[in-house]
């Protein structure tokens, strides 16, 4: 018993005596990998981004408005703060101007894209401005365009990012929002992954695509542009399919992308379409739908950044700057790229391009109608439309089967007015 007490004393001594390295190194292998949290020193928070843009707002009210758009179905609620620009604010409305759409934060996760857009903001309010800006050049620039910015469409999704989940792209339901739209909705690739590109149950399920389409449908731009972030790239349609538009809208994007390339990113940033360039085809996305449907002459996706060094767990670094340097060079650089969008764009575009479009190309199918309509009710009377609660789908369901009823019944009375003249007897009128 002595002889055993002496031996676990001697290797009790000897695992003592190891250095303290040998003892680190042991203990990094059993814990977790420690990953970025979101740097508060360089982020807002999404409650003082709002608060921060409405105080922008307040402060310049001769050249910019905000609106808060809420929508909501089955117990969820959205809402989506929108501001708009124009040098003349009482000239916002007016039809002659070049119109610009801009989307930001619709991933929860790229909280870079909401910072650029505070900055876009602040710098057409000339409370910051741009090294090398020719402020009389861009002032008159901007005489002619109105510009709508959506600083965080997916603001529920950042909440969840910023109570401790710093991976969530999808909205507070677990909806992808860049998914939730109606060109090749719910069709699924090989790779598909139901976490990260939940569809929804259907095109425009969710209060914030339907906020978005209304917003794009009603304001007609010229120009749309859907930023996020994860990779640096300048895309144009098409997200669903391997190809880009035909013709001279094709060129003229194209034209516009190599320039920013050129100009301001470095000859860095990937061009091409959506899902020709990234590697996979992503369907139902606003780019698409803007394109498509809604017939925005130049619609664009930007990834802003991307860090490729990072683990795919570690999301805040993978999706956002996480050093003041490289912050500030991604702010700049982006900045000056969207006022060359403002300066370049009505230069490439007739501003009544637009009003060119047949009326053919203007309409829509019975499912954008219902979707449209319903939600109109539902803005229009708040909670009193959910009483009737007739759902999207079920709406489509019944005007389908009374259109086909309809036409069975068309079909089943010309055919007995068909029968009921071949059993007639014919009687000339000639005599013979």
Request: charge should be neutral.
């Amino acid at each position: 018993m002595a002889a055993s007490f002496i031996l676990l004393s001697s290797f009790l001594s000897v695992f003592a005596s190891l250095p303290s390295s040998s003892l680190v190194y042991a203990d990094s292998n059993l814990t977790v990998p420690s990953f970025t949290p979101i740097n508060r020193d360089l982020y807002h928070s999404s409650d003082d981004l709002i608060a921060q843009i409405s105080s922008l707002v307040h402060r310049h009210p001769d050249k910019l408005t905000v609106e808060t758009i809420k929508a909501g179905n089955k117990g969820y609620e959205a809402e989506i703060t929108v501001v708009t620009y124009c040098q003349s604010r009482k000239e916002s409305d007016d039809r002659s101007k070049f119109r610009i759409l801009l989307s930001f934060g619709q991933h929860g996760r790229e909280l870079i894209t909401s910072e650029l857009a505070w900055r876009i903001l602040s710098i057409l309010s000339e409370e910051q401005f741009l090294p090398k800006m020719d402020r009389a050049s861009l002032n008159s620039t901007l005489d002619n365009v109105v510009i709508k910015v959506v600083p965080m469409e997916n603001l529920n999704g950042r909440k969840l990012v910023e109570a401790g989940d710093p991976c969530e792209r999808r909205n507070g339901r677990g909806v992808d929002l860049n998914r939730n739209w109606s060109v090749d909705w719910g069709k699924k690739e090989k790779d598909y992954d139901p976490y990260e590109e939940n569809p929804g149950t259907a095109a425009f399920s969710e209060p914030e695509t339907q906020i978005m389409r209304k917003l794009a449908i009603s304001f007609d731009p010229h120009i749309w542009v859907n930023v996020h972030s994860g990779m640096e790239a300048l895309f144009m349609p098409y997200d669903h399919k391997n190809t880009t538009p035909e013709g001279m809208p094709s060129h003229q994007m194209r034209l516009l992308l190599e320039e920013l390339n050129k100009v301001h990113c470095h000859k860095r940033c990937m061009i091409g379409s959506g899902g020709g360039s990234v590697g996979y085809l992503a369907h139902g996305t606003a780019t698409d739908y803007m394109y498509d449907v809604v017939g925005v002459p130049m619609a664009f996706t930007f990834e802003i950044y991307g860090d490729g060094t990072a683990s795919t767990k570690d999301c805040f670094k993978m999706f956002n700057p996480v050093d003041h340097t490289t912050f500030k060079r991604v702010l700049n650089d982006w900045s000056a790229a969207f006022f060359t969008i403002f300066k370049l764009g009505p230069r490439q575009l007739d501003v009544h391009s637009k009003a060119g479009v047949s009326n053919l190309d203007k309409w829509v199918s019975i499912d954008e109608y219902l979707d449209g309509y319903l939600m109109g009710r539902r803005n229009r009377y708040g909670k009193k439309m959910e009483v009737l609660e007739f759902g999207m789908q079920e709406m489509r369901t019944y005007f389908r089967l009374f259109l086909l009823s309809s036409v069975l019944l068309l079909f089943m009375f010309c055919s007995r007015i068909s029968k009921t003249k071949g059993g007639r007897q014919i009687v000339s009128a000639i005599s013979l």
